[in-house]
Every structure is written in C-alpha cells, then in structure tokens.
C-alpha cells in the first residue's frame, strides 16, 4: 500500500472520530456508532477502488505498448511472408523462399533415405535394402551417390559414387562408378547404416558440404597421380643410381683406358722406331736383290752366250767329223 493511500486511510479514520465526537452531543450513541462503522466499511471499498484505478492504468499502459508491438509484430509478418528486400536484401519472404525450396527439390532429384545395406565385398560392390518408396523407382545404370544418415558433426560421412549393376524389387546391387581408395574403401565397410541414396549431387549448404563431391573425385585422382609420380621418381631413382655406378665404371674404365693410351703410344713410338729400322733395312735388301738380279740376269745372258758358243763350237765340230766321215750333218732344229 502506498504512503497517499495510507495517509487518506488515516485522515478518513481521524474525520470519523472526529465527527462521532462532535455528533455525540446531539445524536443518539447507537448512531454515533453506526456513523463510525459506516465510515470504517467504506475504507475497503476505498482501498479496492484505488486498486481498481491503478490495475486500469496499467493496463491501459500495457494496452498501448501491445499496440505498438502487434502493430511492429503486423510489419513484420508481413515482410516475412511478403518479403522486404529493400529494408534487407535477404529478407527474401517465405512466399519467395518456398519457391526456392521449390527449386532446390526439384534440383537436387530422388532421394532414397533409411537405406540398410545387407553386404559389401573386398572391392566395395554393394548390395542393399531400400524402405520406401515401393517400388522405389532404381534402374539399372542409374548413378547413385551414398551418404551415411547421421550428419557431418555426429561423424556423418560421403561414401562414394556408385552405379546400379541389378536392381530387384527393394533389393539393389551397386558398383564404385570411381575407383575408392584404400581409406574410401575402409571407410565404406565400417560404416552399418541407415544411408541415404541422392540421384543427383546434393548442391547448397548442408551437413556434408566439406566433402564436396569434385573434392574427392579430385583426390581420387591426385591419388592416382601421386602414385604413379611415386613409381617414376622411383623409377628415376633407380635410374639415376644406375647412371652414377655407370659413370663411376666409365671413370675407373677412363683412367684404365688412359693408361692404356699411354702404354699404347709408348709402343707406337716404338713399334715407328723399329718399323723405321724395317724400312732402312728394306731399302737395303731391296738394293741388295736389286744388285743381285741385275747380276744374275747378266749371268744368264752371259751363260745363255756361252752356251750358244759353246752349240755353235760343237755344231761346227760334228760337221767337221760327219765331212771327214763322209756323212750329211743332221739339219739344225
């Protein structure tokens, strides 16, 4: 109760007195008394009047400020549902983002969630069960992109890009559409369901955007890169081990060879010193059967005279002997 309201009570209760006691002199006691209770029942009344009061006048407060708020409440509904791209740029309004959702569904393509898969072998082929719909709507050759049901910050993961080998009644069979590597693969037989099957790459923020698709076909290639980089630096290494145990044969076969050379051209300056010494002996020879042949062909000729001579002396004699023996002398040859 306030100090106003209280002092009010009290100069009521003091009048009331008062006036019984003034009134006593010429009224009746049992009206003196019934002036007094009369004035004493009209303090609740006052009391609940002045509560009446001050409850209307907050009211009347909290009237005018729910006004206010329904009335900034009414603009803004409105712009929700109608937008306001002029006060912000990304209050599109939910009229135009149901739209978008609109869009984004029919974007993304079927989704096939609570997939249980039932085996997967050593080369991450999969066979798995579908719920709903029946029938769910899966052909052959359709690609398929498999993402685990829980989402990325609860160890959510993409497993992979397949494409359907057989598919009967809820039952699908699936082939990796890209080589998995060995941590793609083991990640793939760990994981027990429920997936979720997207026939088109999610696209937007969502749970599993650090695993954006193009990231890991990038990987997968890279990976595939960095070995086959590996084998050739391998390759090279082996290679080039290979050249300097050559160069260090070729260095060791140089130096052998260089010695060789010299040893080679020590012989030469020998063997041109003998061959000098061969020539000048050849010379000598050469003149000598030179001298010799012109001696033995003038022997000849001197033989070949004297032998003519010596027909002819006989010659002369046997004609000598066949006259004096009366004989004709054989003619000559």
Known sequence: MSSMLLTAVGLVVVASFFL????FKTWRIFQVILVVFIVLAMLPFYYLAAEVLKTHQEWQLLVKDQKSQIEKLAVANHDLIEGAVKKDPQLVGIREMKLQLHEILRDR???WRGVTPDKIDEKGAVELSTKEPDPNGI??????FIFE????SNQGHFLGEFEVGEASGKTVKLEPNLPLDEAGLEQLK?????WTLYATMPIGPRDYSFLFWEAHKQRVVSDGAIALMKDNVE???TAVKQAQDEVKYRRAEKVDLAADLAKFKHESVLVNQYLDRLQKQYQGLRETLKATYFANVKMAADIAAMQLKAAEAIDRRAAEQAKADGVRPPARP
């Open 235 to 237: 390759r090279i290494v």
């Open 139 to 144: 052909v052959p050759k359709m690609v398929l």
């Open 20 to 23: 019984a006691y003034m009134s």
């Open 109 to 111: 393509g079927e989704v």
């Open 149 to 152: 049901d829980t989402p990325a």
């Open 190 to 194: 760990k994981s027990r369901g429920p």
